[in-house]
């Protein structure tokens, strides 16, 4: 009976089959009044199956009716309904059960790992800590299955340090043990941690099982280190469980993220079998890897092969950024969306507020923002930054009002949209008071990205000396990004004494970059300065340093043309050139002056350093 109701539960056969075995445990008075001692604890395992079944399936109010009117019951019918409870996510019906066990006694190690195993967010750290307390008071913490436990938790709701104590303090581990560090230090980017331990562990006497490969893997992807992934590889080759699914597909996103696409793609192939998780590990790889057109032609070929599509795929999908040129395909892959019924995923509809945005249409962003059924940060976040984008700089202060009303903690992602909305619609004191709310509301360390949006909402008010005493006042040391934004505002408004000093700081930190030469150069062509624009010209030409040509792309009837300076290589581009000659005595009657302070490109002209 008991095996019958463990298949019931786990075939989903409970609607037909679960009442019909309650039934004929309830017409067998064996089970309610047991005649010896072998047929009591047999009776008892049959009713917590019963008891279990109810609970897994979901019907927590049957289950509590029948815990109350079971003939005899234990301490592990306590933790079928407690269990039963968590796996459902009613936490606080779960811990009142919980408070009224502990005030009896009733309850054992496994009771507080059921607790333990809901403890995976950083909520739930304080929860975490008492657990741990009791089971030290209890004595359960000698127990090795709580101490794993404790563990997983601890790392997961983000108190690495204490998950390492934990660990540091078992005087007896098994792989699981060893598995949920590495896995923890992992998840909590501590990759470098978490390979040392990996290679500790192969030098013990514990053998890593494929969970501790997974996560090996997991920590070369997040740091790179591609030799430590193909020395792993060789490990799985030795011990013949490099072709396990999940083996390969981390195997292949390790690759990907490594740079080494080619590796991924020649796993990928290998393989006799492949679902939809190593086919979104390829095709994210294919795009992070810039092959952006494959991985569309890969996605392609995904639909035409009929591979189920679930919402990570099309999430993927919509973070290609050659996705962002074509306004088409995004329309496409939203009606994909609709007809796979994937409205309702959160990732999803943030990758379409971004595409849309993107694409230059902030009301379709508007509108899948606002019909979300639910949302995250990064959904707070994409709509921020599309105001931000389109110059809607109010919009998106009035925004991040309605998101902090709603207590969304704001992100570092936040404010650098909020500073870069700021920049373009000339609020310098909102942003300097958004500057100072991240770090003193909440505790956001500033990067260099974010000084330098107050560089360049300073410069373009034309508060060059503001800006340069700004960086002068920074807590780090400015890089290559700060001195160009000053460059650039200077050449902006054609301050010759800071843009000199900008230019000159921009020449030692990269020597390479051809914008100091450019902005410098427009600054003296706009002082009208030719012989010192002549020299700064020769000095770029002299030391190699070419500028990177421009790309403008256009998308007509679903394809996309792009054009640089005086491109010739278009079918079509006498044509253009005809259009265009017919458009610019109109943009001069309609008042168009063109700027001759900016140098666009090289004519290839040594005299005087001739530019166009």
Same mark, same amino acid.
């Given at each position: 009976?008991?095996?019958?109701?463990?298949?019931?539960?786990?075939?989903?056969?409970?609607?037909?089959?679960?009442?019909c075995l309650h039934a004929s445990i309830i017409k067998n008075p064996e089970f309610f009044e047991p005649v010896d001692a072998d047929?009591?604890?047999?009776?008892?395992?049959?009713?917590?199956?019963?008891?279990?079944?109810?609970?897994?399936?979901?019907?927590?109010?049957?289950?509590?009716?029948?815990?109350?009117?079971?003939?005899?019951?234990?301490?592990?019918?306590?933790?079928?309904?407690?269990?039963?409870?968590?796996?459902?996510?009613?936490?606080?019906?779960?811990?009142?059960?919980?408070?009224?066990?502990?005030?009896?006694?009733?309850?054992?190690?496994?009771?507080?790992?059921?607790?333990?195993?809901?403890?995976?967010?950083?909520?739930?750290?304080?929860?975490?800590?008492?657990?741990?307390?009791?089971?030290?008071?209890?004595?359960?913490?000698?127990?090795?299955?709580?101490?794993?436990?404790?563990?997983?938790?601890?790392?997961? *709701?983000?108190?690495?340090?204490?998950?390492?104590?934990?660990?540091?303090?078992?005087?007896?581990?098994?792989?699981?043990?060893?598995?949920?560090?590495?896995?923890?230090?992992?998840?909590?980017?501590?990759?470098?941690?978490?390979?040392?331990?990996?290679?500790?562990?192969?030098?013990?006497?514990?053998?890593?099982?494929?969970?501790?490969?997974?996560?090996?893997?997991?920590?070369?992807?997040?740091s790179q280190r591609i030799v430590e992934g193909q020395q792993i590889h060789a490990l799985l080759w030795k011990y013949g469980i490099?072709?396990?699914?999940?083996?390969?597909?981390?195997?292949?996103?390790?690759?990907?993220?490594?740079?080494?696409?080619?590796?991924?793609?020649?796993?990928?192939?290998?393989?006799?079998?492949?679902?939809?998780?190593?086919?979104?590990?390829?095709?994210?790889?294919?795009?992070?890897?810039?092959?952006?057109?494959?991985?569309?032609?890969?996605?392609?070929?995904?639909?035409?092969?009929?591979?189920?599509?679930?919402?990570?795929?099309?999430?993927?999908?919509?973070?290609?950024?050659?996705?962002?040129?074509?306004?088409?395909?995004?329309?496409?892959?939203?009606?994909?969306?609709?007809?796979?019924?994937?409205?309702?995923?959160?990732?999803?509809?943030?990758?379409?507020?971004?595409?849309?945005?993107? *694409?230059?249409?902030?009301?379709?962003?508007?509108?899948?923002?606002?019909?979300?059924?639910?949302?995250?940060?990064?959904?707070?976040?994409?709509?921020?930054?599309?105001?931000?984008?389109?110059?809607?700089?109010?919009?998106?202060?009035?925004?991040?009002?309605?998101?902090?009303?709603?207590?969304?903690?704001?992100?570092?992602?936040?404010?650098?949209?909020?500073?870069?909305?700021?920049?373009h619609v000339g609020l310098i004191d909102k942003g300097r008071e958004l500057l100072n709310e991240m770090k003193e509301v909440h505790?956001?360390?500033?990067?260099?990205?974010?000084?330098?949006?107050?560089?360049?909402?300073?410069?373009?008010?034309?508060?060059?000396?503001?800006?340069?005493?700004?960086?002068?006042?920074?807590?780090?040391?400015?890089?290559?990004?700060?001195?160009?934004?000053?460059?650039?505002?200077?050449?902006?408004?054609?301050?010759?004494?800071?843009?000199?000093?900008?230019?000159?700081?921009? &020449?030692?930190?990269?020597?390479?970059?051809?914008?100091?030469?450019?902005?410098?150069?427009?600054?003296?062509?706009?002082?009208?300065?030719?012989?010192?624009?002549?020299?700064?010209?020769?000095?770029?030409?002299?030391?190699?340093?070419?500028?990177?040509?421009?790309?403008?792309?256009?998308?007509?009837?679903?394809?996309?043309?792009? &054009?640089?300076?005086?491109?010739?290589?278009?079918?079509?581009?006498?044509?253009?050139?005809?259009?265009?000659?017919?458009?610019?005595?109109?943009?001069?009657?309609?008042?168009?002056?063109?700027?001759?302070?900016?140098?666009? *490109?090289?004519?290839?002209?040594?005299?005087?350093?001739?530019?166009?």
């Amino acid at each position: 009976m008991s095996l019958l109701l463990s298949i019931c539960g786990r075939e989903g056969w409970f609607p037909h089959l679960g009442p019909c075995l309650h039934a004929s445990i309830i017409k067998n008075p064996e089970f309610f009044e047991p005649v010896d001692a072998d047929i009591h604890r047999n009776a008892l395992v049959v009713w917590n199956s019963l008891l279990s079944l109810y609970a897994k399936c979901g019907k927590l109010v049957d289950a509590i009716k029948l815990f109350d009117e079971m003939p005899m019951r234990d301490v592990i019918s306590q933790n079928i309904v407690f269990y039963g409870f968590l796996r459902n996510r009613e936490t606080e019906s779960g811990f009142v059960l919980l408070k009224r066990m502990l005030g009896s006694g009733g309850f054992d190690h496994a009771t507080l790992t059921i607790v333990l195993s809901v403890c995976d967010t950083p909520e739930f750290c304080l929860v975490t800590k008492m657990i741990h307390a009791l089971a030290i008071l209890s004595g359960y913490d000698k127990e090795i299955s709580v101490g794993n436990k404790l563990i997983t938790s601890y790392f997961k *709701c983000g108190c690495s340090v204490s998950g390492r104590g934990v660990f540091d303090g078992m005087s007896h581990r098994n792989v699981i043990t060893l598995t949920a560090v590495i896995s923890g230090l992992i998840e909590n980017e501590l990759h470098e941690d978490g390979l040392r331990l990996f290679s500790l562990m192969r030098r013990g006497l514990v053998h890593p099982n494929s969970v501790t490969y997974l996560s090996a893997l997991a920590a070369c992807s997040g740091s790179q280190r591609i030799v430590e992934g193909q020395q792993i590889h060789a490990l799985l080759w030795k011990y013949g469980i490099e072709s396990e699914l999940c083996i390969e597909s981390a195997l292949m996103d390790m690759y990907s993220k490594c740079g080494s696409i080619e590796d991924a793609w020649t796993i990928f192939e290998s393989t006799t079998e492949v679902d939809e998780v190593s086919m979104t590990v390829i095709l994210v790889g294919l795009a992070q890897n810039g092959s952006e057109e494959e991985a569309i032609q890969f996605f392609i070929r995904m639909l035409q092969a009929g591979v189920e599509i679930d919402a990570n795929v099309v999430s993927a999908v919509l973070g290609v950024s050659f996705i962002d040129n074509s306004l088409g395909l995004g329309k496409q892959l939203h009606s994909l969306v609709i007809k796979r019924k994937f409205s309702g995923n959160t990732f999803v509809n943030n990758g379409l507020i971004n595409m849309y945005s993107k *694409c230059g249409d902030l009301t379709d962003s508007q509108t899948v923002f606002r019909r979300m059924p639910k949302r995250n940060y990064v959904s707070w976040n994409s709509m921020i930054a599309a105001f931000a984008r389109h110059g809607h700089g109010l919009a998106a202060l009035k925004l991040y009002e309605e998101m902090t009303t709603l207590e969304v903690k704001p992100t570092d992602v936040t404010f650098l949209s909020l500073l870069h909305a700021c920049s373009h619609v000339g609020l310098i004191d909102k942003g300097r008071e958004l500057l100072n709310e991240m770090k003193e509301v909440h505790g956001i360390e500033p990067r260099t990205e974010h000084y330098t949006c107050i560089i360049d909402m300073l410069g373009r008010a034309g508060l060059l000396k503001e800006a340069k005493s700004f960086i002068d006042s920074l807590p780090l040391k400015p890089d290559c990004k700060i001195w160009q934004a000053l460059l650039g505002a200077c050449s902006f408004h054609g301050d010759t004494e800071v843009g000199e000093y900008a230019a000159e700081q921009l &020449f030692q930190t990269a020597p390479d970059s051809s914008s100091a030469h450019i902005l410098i150069a427009n600054i003296y062509s706009s002082r009208g300065k030719w012989k010192e624009r002549a020299k700064t010209i020769k000095r770029m030409k002299a030391m190699g340093v070419t500028k990177e040509t421009g790309i403008s792309s256009i998308e007509i009837e679903h394809k996309t043309h792009s &054009f640089v300076v005086e491109d010739k290589l278009h079918p079509q581009a006498e044509a253009i050139y005809d259009v265009l000659s017919g458009l610019f005595p109109v943009m001069v009657d309609e008042g168009y002056r063109p700027d001759k302070r900016f140098i666009l *490109c090289y004519t290839g002209d040594d005299r005087n350093g001739t530019v166009s």
